[in-house]
């Protein structure tokens, strides 16, 4: 995977803004089969069809689950949010998860560390930050 992100999107309707440079996003219309591999993250753009359903349930993982806003949450909707931990987020939220926040979520197998250019900390953040070089930080508070 070479420290890719891969997103799938239930949905015909392509995003309009721009991705991390690490995403790959893989679109589905209908999603009535299981997957050969893995992805680290699953956005609905739409309603769920009834058959889909258990399919989705197998692939995605808990808490990397989010809808659009423009999903009327049904029935198959809720079963999969509840069970999955999912979330809604708006259009602002969708793109700065997919743009900046993504790469936060999802940083390789275990063992890798994050590096340096990649941490950010609130300018909100009212606590102390003490940094050691490049190789450690804290925060307290």
């Known amino acids: 995977m070479s420290g890719e992100i891969y997103v799938m ?3 015909e309707e392509e995003f309009s803004f721009p991705v991390h440079r690490k995403v790959r996003l893989q ?3 209908e999603f009535m089969q299981e997957l050969p591999a893995p992805f680290h993250a699953a956005i609905v753009n739409r309603k ?3 058959g889909e359903l258990p399919y989705l349930m197998k692939a995605i993982k808990a808490h990397t689950l989010f809808f659009t806003e423009n999903v009327d949450l049904g029935i198959n909707e809720t079963k999969l949010m509840k069970s999955k931990k999912g979330k809604v987020l708006s259009n602002g939220q969708l793109q700065q998860l997919l743009g900046r926040d993504i790469k936060f979520f999802f940083l390789g197998s275990n063992g890798n560390k994050l590096q340096p250019s990649d941490l950010e900390i609130s300018r909100n953040y009212k606590g102390k930050v003490v ?3 490049n190789y450690n930080v804290k925060l307290f508070g």
Do not use: E, N
């Open 27 to 29: 679109y589905y219309k």
């Open 48 to 50: 769920i069809q009834r």
């Open 9 to 11: 999107v239930l949905g």
């Open 131 to 133: 940094r050691y070089g």
